[in-house]
């Protein structure tokens, strides 16, 4: 079964396979035990308590979802909008 891409959706790539800046915010959340809601973009998410083997719990995740993310990146810019910078083509 072929994914949706960003040529045939008009989406970003990330958007087109399946994740969105919601479910960015949620995933965090989730490994942080706070509610979506309480993240604001620009919070550094490590001084929030993420750690880096939850980031690359993540990365797993996304990889297999078809989303292109890299660790090294995710690590170096550890807020909702450097990810979503990252993670949106």
């Known amino acids: 079964m072929m994914r949706p891409s960003a040529r045939t959706t008009g ?5 087109a396979a399946g994740l969105t800046r919601d479910e960015v915010r ?15 973009a620009d919070d550094n998410l490590v001084v929030l308590g ?3 083997l939850e980031v690359m719990q993540l990365v797993n995740r996304w990889k297999r979802q078809g989303i292109r993310a890299d ?6 810019r550890p807020t909702l909008s450097g990810w979503w910078e990252h993670l949106s083509p």
Do not use: K
């Open 11 to 15: 989406l970003p790539a990330s958007e």
């Open 50 to 52: 993420l750690s880096s």
């Open 26 to 40: 949620l995933a965090v959340a989730g490994c942080l035990g706070l509610a979506a809601d309480d993240l604001n």
């Open 71 to 76: 660790f090294r990146v995710l690590a170096a």
